[in-house]
């Protein structure tokens, strides 16, 4: 029997993770390209050699989407594999219909082919969409862990935008750590808020490797916490499946791939940010939940935001930055930083899109829904640079800063700014504390 040539679709996360555990040493099948999309400058790379296995001695080339037709018939591809997250119904299957066309079958491969098993106790956060409030819904989690004694080591899913081949495994314990690895603005958003509270975070490209050096972390290991990205299902399988979702988009949760898989996989689903969402819309959501996963515990829960100065709001003429990828495919028209320019009285949002620049200017044109609020792109140094550029041209009083991690420690903030801060607040019961009381139990003995 011939081999089967396979295009894995992705965006440098999900797609080279099902390589490594299903296709990597796979004789049946030849892996013939990547395709990237959502994240720019990571096409035109290889995957190396050295992470693709003894099959691959050449490594495998990473081309754009765009090209995907053209190169289905130039490899006379046999199959295409959808392996990235968060997006609608309609666009994934739009993209099957452009595959079928060009001749081939159209796939997506599940938890069974893809979830590693561990040593370790595993709690695994996902969400049916990007910025729900995963992180922060992680990060309550960790400290719940961490106050009961328990060494937490948290794992991200993958955001590799460098060198791949320095990226297999990455550690990161202090904030020195960040620099060494050459981080972007999307990485330290995520790791920095786990290394400020004490816990040690691994990332990376290979996430057998990472697991296996995470359960030998040097500062010991009780607790997998798996902080996934976008809204995807866990590369590891989990002893507690925690869904976060979000009544700001209601509907979502069952229109969105993979989102509706995290949420019917889910023990435990977490209605967030219901303080600044209508009813009807939280109604909405516990329908959805009932209906494809009533055996879930729901929990309640709030986005509570502070802000470190909010005489730079009050009657100001303010420009609002917020987290980039949840603008852009996450698809949020209201974040952390618009909630916080109504509560503390902003008497302007001023639209950045007129003083963008560079590659800001760029992803306005390529998700022209983002509205008025400037999206802390910042996947490489010109990105970096631009964003800086535009807040500087930007004619404002002041800067609503509402990113995880502070922005002005990365790049010049030339303008008065103060900070958005946010974090998991549950309502009610259960909560998170009555939800971990038997699984800290089990881990204690």
Same mark, same amino acid.
């Not at 009807?280 to 009533?294: A, C, K």
């Given at each position: 029997m011939?081999?089967?040539?396979?295009?894995?679709?992705?965006?440098?996360?999900?797609?080279?993770?099902?390589?490594? $555990?299903f296709y990597r040493d796979n004789p049946d099948y030849t892996v013939v390209a990547f395709t990237a999309a959502q994240i720019p400058d990571i096409a035109g790379r290889k995957y190396p050699a050295s992470l693709a296995g003894s099959l691959y001695p050449d490594g495998i080339p990473i081309y754009e989407q765009t090209e995907l037709e053209k190169i289905i018939k130039e490899f006379d591809a046999d199959e295409c594999v959808f392996s990235y997250s968060d997006v609608p119904y309609s666009y994934v299957m739009s993209l099957g219909a452009k595959v079928n066309a060009a001749g081939a079958a159209f796939s997506m491969l599940g938890h069974k082919n893809t979830m590693i098993k561990s040593t370790k106790p595993v709690i695994a956060v996902g969400a049916v969409r990007t910025g729900c409030g995963k992180s922060q819904t992680s990060r309550r989690i960790a400290e719940i862990l961490m106050a009961e004694g328990l060494k937490v080591i948290a794992i991200r899913h993958p955001m590799p935008y460098g060198d791949l081949e320095s990226q297999k495994v990455q550690r990161f314990a202090t904030i020195e750590d960040l620099k060494?690895?050459?981080? $972007?603005?999307?990485?330290? =958003? #995520?790791?920095?808020?786990?290394?400020?509270?004490?816990?040690? +975070?691994?990332?990376?490209?290979?996430?057998?490797?990472?697991?296996?050096?995470?359960e030998s972390d040097p500062d010991g290991c009780d607790v997998i916490l798996w902080d996934g990205g976008n809204n995807d299902f866990s590369f590891y399988k989990p002893d507690l499946m925690v869904t976060v979702t979000d009544p700001h988009r209601p509907g979502h949760e069952l229109s969105y791939y993979p989102g509706e898989v995290t949420l019917r996989l889910a023990d435990v689903v977490v209605?967030?940010?219901?303080?600044?969402?209508?009813?009807?819309?939280? @109604?909405?959501?516990? #329908?959805?939940?009932?209906?494809?996963?009533?055996? %879930?515990?729901?929990v309640d829960a709030a986005s509570t935001i502070s802000v470190d100065d909010a005489g730079a709001i009050k009657g100001k003429r303010v420009l609002v930055v917020e987290d980039g990828p949840t603008l852009t495919h996450g698809d949020m028209k209201i974040g952390a930083g618009m909630?916080?320019?109504?509560?503390?009285?902003?008497? =302007?949002?001023?639209?950045?899109?007129?003083?963008?620049?560079?590659?800001?200017? #760029? $992803?306005?044109?390529?998700?022209?829904?983002?509205?008025?609020?400037?999206? %802390?792109? &910042?996947? &490489?140094? =010109?990105?970096?640079?631009? @964003?800086?550029?535009?807040?500087?041209? $930007?004619?404002?009083?002041?800067v609503i800063v509402a990113t995880p991690i502070d922005l002005a420690r990365v790049i010049n903030i030339s303008k008065p700014y103060t900070r958005v801060q946010y974090e998991l607040q549950e309502?009610?019961?259960?909560?998170?504390?009555?939800? @971990?009381?038997?699984?800290?139990?089990? +881990?204690?003995?």
């Open positions: 011939s081999q089967r040539k396979v295009i894995i679709i992705g965006a440098a996360g999900r797609d080279f993770h099902n390589f490594n $555990t060494k690895h050459n981080c $972007t603005i999307e990485e330290m =958003e #995520e790791y920095e808020p786990h290394i400020e509270r004490g816990n040690v +975070i691994y990332a990376g490209v290979d996430y057998e490797a990472i697991l296996r050096a995470a209605i967030n940010k219901i303080d600044s969402a209508d009813y009807e819309n939280i @109604l909405s959501v516990r #329908e959805s939940i009932e209906s494809v996963n009533p055996q %879930a515990i729901v909630v916080a320019a109504k509560r503390f009285g902003a008497a =302007e949002i001023i639209d950045p899109r007129p003083y963008a620049v560079g590659k800001l200017a #760029e $992803t306005f044109a390529i998700y022209p829904n983002i509205g008025n609020l400037l999206p %802390a792109m &910042g996947y &490489g140094e =010109e990105q970096m640079r631009d @964003l800086a550029a535009t807040i500087d041209a $930007t004619d404002c009083d002041s309502i009610g019961h259960p909560d998170m504390e009555d939800i @971990l009381k038997d699984f800290i139990r089990r +881990i204690k003995g």
